[in-house]
């Protein structure tokens, strides 16, 4: 019994320390920020792509959570800068808008 009390000690520390932190590392949509929407000559001009490349995409998180079957995450794009989560739904941002992630100014395309 002796033996196996540090290991005991170890998952109850673990199960009761790392699991709230589990909870803030995914993917939330409920404070999804509403996306601002920009014209590209205002992109090129204030936000211009890096290197000549295009801009990056978000994430959708339909696809990042599997798809149709989850079906409420539908309309909500991640940030490939800062993590952030933006309800394109609100924003009425349509597919190739690019959107301002102001957190970091940089600007990314919204995906299919």
Known sequence: ??????????????CFAL???ANSWAQDTRNAKEPKIISKEEAAKKYPPPNGKS????????ILSGGATGGSTWGY???PYSGNVYDCRKGKARVGDLILDESVNKVFVRPR
């Open 55 to 62: 801009y990056p995409s978000g994430s959708d998180l339909a």
């Open 77 to 79: 794009i991640k940030s």
């Open 19 to 21: 699991g709230p932190l």
């Open 1 to 14: 019994m002796k033996t196996y009390s540090r290991l005991v000690a170890a998952l109850v520390v673990g």
